[in-house]
């Protein structure tokens, strides 16, 4: 949510200076993070710092009916699974009372269901998904009238991937109009970046500066695997490779340490430290590419104008990755991404990793695209180019929804 938001903050700044925003949230950070041992939430709040006040919505459900405008940054926030995750956490932490409360308030923050048709006219919908919603979602039919009166209502309708918008226009029953937008993470631009919250952390300004800035989080071969490739793309490239601290210091940096311990990755933090979100944008603006297997680097990345290459296994034997979606149904956000900026020269299927011939091949290709200008400046210019349009459709839907206000 944090790139989510600094995204929304740079269209702000842009197209409507002067604009205040609020910030609510369902369940606070402080909520999320109180069962966790003190370092670690320390570490969890601090992750999330920002130049921006988060405010609890549950007593403030109300205060949407009467906003100038309501803008919901995309994501997960609207698909089926969600409203299911969201209220199933609302009970494990005790914030509610049962399990029909906690469902009548996902719907009621999510959906609006018991706010008037004119407050749904100031809504903007802003980079949503519906990617991972199924035949038997759609067989719900408390949630397709829900899902269809907040998108058949709201001032404007954006989602970040091309399936998802053909499913807001099936429920308007309107296709002649696009819904298509982008990840709003996109919407941040390099000099954004620098009005982020830093420490000393990235007080080097040599750490990290052209390496292969490395992350996995979401692995699906084995890290020594990863590693050995990552080595591989190193020695091609002549150049160092840097872990990005992107995860929680527990499970994602141990396990660094033990895969790929230094001097041979450099970058991971001390024990007790830990990257504020201006770290980890500014770190990945000194590499010379991404070598990642997670979403949101990825975008980040092409965002700021780093290559990304992506590696990815399309199915997963959970109930639902967050990375391709519902066991059965799979549809990888990541290969949607790629595909939807034409970038998938950059990505590698896992089982491209799997024998020497398959991998020695990829290989070759991408020290090709990644030492050619037209490749990658081709792909960085078209996150850019729809970044810039899809802020600009932003900024005159929030601009129709005040003049309603007025």
């Known amino acids: 949510m944090s790139a989510l938001i600094v995204g929304f903050e740079a269209l702000l700044r842009r197209h409507l200076p002067g604009t205040v925003p609020r910030y609510l949230q369902l369940i606070s950070g402080e909520e999320m993070s109180r069962t966790l041992p003190a370092p670690l939430r320390d570490e969890f709040l601090g992750r999330q710092r920002l130049p921006v006040t988060m405010e609890g919505a549950r007593d403030r459900l109300h205060q949407l009916h009467e906003a100038d405008a309501v803008v919901y940054l995309g994501d997960f926030t609207h698909m089926a699974f969600h409203q299911r995750v969201v209220a199933a956490r609302l009970v494990a932490q005790h914030l509610v009372e049962s399990p029909a409360q906690a469902e009548a308030l996902t719907a009621r923050f999510h959906f609006l269901v018991d ?8 809504v903007v919908v802003l980079g949503g998904t519906l990617q991972f919603d ?3 979602d759609e067989f719900d039919a408390v949630h397709q009238q829900r899902l269809r009166r907040l998108v058949t209502g709201a001032a404007d309708v954006t989602m970040r991937d091309p399936e998802s918008a053909l499913r807001v226009a099936e429920l308007r029953s309107d296709f002649e109009r696009s819904f298509l937008g982008v990840d709003n993470a996109t919407l941040l631009q390099r000099e954004d970046a620098a009005a982020l919250p830093r420490s000393a952390w990235t007080a080097n300004p040599d750490a990290g500066r052209g390496c292969i800035g490395l992350f996995f989080g979401r692995a699906s071969r084995p890290l020594e695997r990863l590693r050995d490739c990552a080595a591989d793309l190193a020695r091609a490239l002549q150049c160092g490779v840097h872990w990005l601290p992107w995860g929680m210091s527990r499970g994602y940096h141990e396990l660094a340490y033990r895969v790929l311990p230094p001097p041979e990755v450099r ?7 830990y990257p504020l979100p201006g770290d980890l944008y500014e770190l990945l ?5 991404v070598l990642t297997d997670t979403y949101h680097v ?3 990345a092409w965002s700021l104008g780093v290559p990304a290459v992506c590696i990815a296994h399309s199915r997963s034997d959970l109930g639902v990755d967050v990375s391709c979606g519902p066991l059965f149904a799979w549809r990888d956000k990541r290969q949607t991404f790629y595909s939807s900026c034409q970038a ?3 990505f590698v299927h896992a089982v491209e990793l799997d024998t020497p011939e398959a991998w020695s091949a990829r290989l070759a290709h991408l020290v090709r695209v990644l030492g050619d200008a037209r490749f990658t400046d081709a792909v960085a210019g078209r996150v850019r180019r729809h970044a810039e349009a899809a802020g600009q459709r932003a900024a ?4 129709r929804c ?3 206000s007025a």
Do not use: T
């Open 267 to 273: 970058g991971l933090p001390e024990d007790g430290q």
């Open 402 to 404: 005040f003049a309603l």
């Open 115 to 122: 706010a008037p048709d004119a407050a749904l006219a100031r």
């Open 285 to 289: 603006g000194r590499y010379r590419c």
């Open 344 to 346: 998938l020269d950059f």
């Open 298 to 300: 990825a975008v980040v």
């Open 396 to 399: 005159a839907a929030l601009r």
């Open 134 to 136: 199924r035949l038997r």
